[in-house]
């Protein structure tokens, strides 16, 4: 048993300029989103979402990250992630909850790029063309704010009321120019501040 798929919708940007300032390393990011009949509609309220997440999730996991690591040249070219879904307007949260967070799903992306971090998420309700945004972090350390990213896209005609729009992001590098710092570099200020 599979997802019922209706698209797979791909996106790409590379950003060269930011903040006026042209940077050495152009950063591309790329969202692959699949498009999926929600499975768990009609049936009234399902207790029980296991059956479909343990039948289609890891086979969707898979296909996806086979299909976003070739778009962005190779899982090693990888350093942030993230994914995201969106529910339609007949669907529950839950729904879109339930295909994006079981590690049969996320276990693929971990897995090829080899990752320690937690896959950063959204997860919401929507209709036709809604904003998605998919929130990313470096694959290795959740503490580097150079690769707290986003990427946004939307899909004119999905979800659908009876849809989920299911979709990876990934990152070959952080922000152009990151000067905030980072968690650890607060983590230490901080406890300097608080011994004086």
């Known amino acids: 048993m599979s997802f019922e798929i209706r698209k797979i919708v791909s996106y790409s940007e590379e950003t060269l300029i930011e903040g006026g300032k042209a940077t050495d390393k152009p950063v ?19 207790e029980d979402l296991k059956p479909e997440i343990k039948a289609n999730c890891s086979e969707l996991g898979a296909m996806m990250v086979e299909r976003l690591t070739a778009a962005i040249g190779g899982a090693n070219k990888i350093e942030a992630y993230g994914k995201a879904a969106v529910v339609g307007a007949d669907g529950e949260i839950e729904h879109a909850s339930a295909v994006i967070h079981t590690l049969r799903f996320g276990n693929h992306y971990r897995q090829a790029v080899d990752a320690k971090s937690y896959l950063s998420f959204t997860n919401k309700r929507g209709g036709p063309g809604t904003s ?8 290795d350390d ?34 152009l120019h990151p000067r905030i710092g980072n968690r650890y570099i607060d983590l230490e200020e901080l406890a300097a501040e608080q011994a004086q």
């Open 142 to 175: 959740e503490g580097l704010r150079s690769h707290y990213i986003t990427l946004e896209m939307q899909i004119e005609d999905a979800p659908r009321a009876d849809e989920i729009v299911v979709v990876l992001g990934a990152s070959d590098g952080g922000r």
């Open 132 to 139: 998605i945004q998919i929130p990313m972090m470096h694959k």
């Open 28 to 46: 591309t990011m790329i969202g692959l989103a699949v498009v999926i009949k929600n499975p768990w509609l009609g049936r009234g309220f399902v």
